[in-house]
């Protein structure tokens, strides 16, 4: 068992949080996050379950906030095919292995972990894209470029060019994500 605490630098006062990550292929997570619309701000619990290829099987979401409480509940076949808890296909998130959830630098290891560059290989990918406290899943582009065992190049490939080199530790979990999060 592993409890990681971040700062999010993206806002001032800067926020903090821990991540619980089990051994066994989950982590659960609450964090306290600020709406970046301006809004109130919300409580933000999940928990995700993976296999031992970073493949993701599960994924459960509560958001608590003055707007009240948005659960939403997700399970993958770690083949990328989605569905709902109460069986519904989500057919767009079709080919989607990994899952990308705002706020947290957790969700980056999946595809670091998952795809096993050499240094200077380069992937695109296709993940599932949730941003809190709205909690709707969409699909999102996204690049890695594996620099060196420390270094990740990550890339929003959805038209805003965002980029942003990741140091992370040796087991993949980022320590500083430049302007966004950093580990303490």
Same mark, same amino acid.
């Given at each position: 068992? *592993? ?6 630098? +993206? ?6 949080? %821990? ?5 066994? #292929? ?7 996050? $600020?709406?970046? @619309?301006? #809004? ?13 290829? +970073? ?36 057919? %767009? ?5 990994? $899952?990308? $959830?705002?706020?947290?630098? &957790?969700? =980056?290891? &999946? /595809? $670091?972990?998952?795809? *096993? ?18 909690? +709707? /899943? ?16 990550? %890339? =929003?490939?959805? #038209?805003?060019? &965002?980029? @942003? ?15 966004? &999060?950093?580990?303490?």
């Amino acid at each position: 068992m *592993k409890t990681l605490r971040w700062e999010g630098l +993206w806002r001032a006062p800067v926020s903090s949080w %821990e991540e619980l990550l089990l051994t066994d #292929g989950r982590a659960e997570s609450q964090l306290r996050a $600020i709406d970046e @619309a301006g #809004g109130p701000s919300y409580q933000l619990d999940y928990r995700l379950q993976w296999d031992a290829d +970073w493949r993701l099987l599960e994924a459960c979401f509560s958001v608590e906030s003055s707007r009240g409480e948005c659960l939403l509940h997700l399970l993958a076949d770690g083949e990328g095919h989605w569905r709902t808890a109460a069986g519904e296909p989500l057919g %767009e998130l079709d080919g989607c292995l990994d $899952i990308d $959830i705002w706020p947290t630098p &957790f969700t =980056n290891t &999946f /595809p $670091i972990r998952r795809l *096993k560059l050499a240094d200077g290989e380069r992937r695109e990918l296709a993940v599932v894209y949730l941003e809190a406290p709205r909690l +709707w /899943p969409t699909r999102m582009r996204q690049g890695y470029t594996r620099i060196d065992a420390s270094h990740y190049r990550y %890339e =929003n490939l959805e #038209g805003t060019n &965002f980029q @942003a080199l990741l140091t992370v530790d040796d087991d993949g979990l980022v320590l500083d994500y430049p302007t966004l &999060f950093r580990r303490t």
